[in-house]
């Protein structure tokens, strides 16, 4: 996920896509623990695609807050 396709979404729609993103690590992360992970690189693609959201909703929040 591009930064570009984060920056247009509003505060509520990048929280449900958090939500999501957080699910499908959560279903990766019991996938590993049963080891039937087919793709393990997910797991880091998903953890920095989590810290992108966050940081746009934390900067929407900021620019709320002045």
């Keep these: 996920m591009k930064f570009a396709e984060i920056k247009d979404l509003t505060l509520v729609e990048l929280s449900a896509k958090s939500r999501d993103l957080r699910q499908e690590m959560f279903n990766l992360r019991l ?15 998903l953890r920095k695609d989590i ?10 929040r900021n620019q709320v807050a002045k």
């Design 51 to 60: 810290a992108k959201v966050e940081t746009r909703i934390s900067a929407l």
């Design 31 to 45: 996938q590993q623990a049963s080891a039937q992970l087919e793709k393990p690189a997910r797991l880091k693609t």
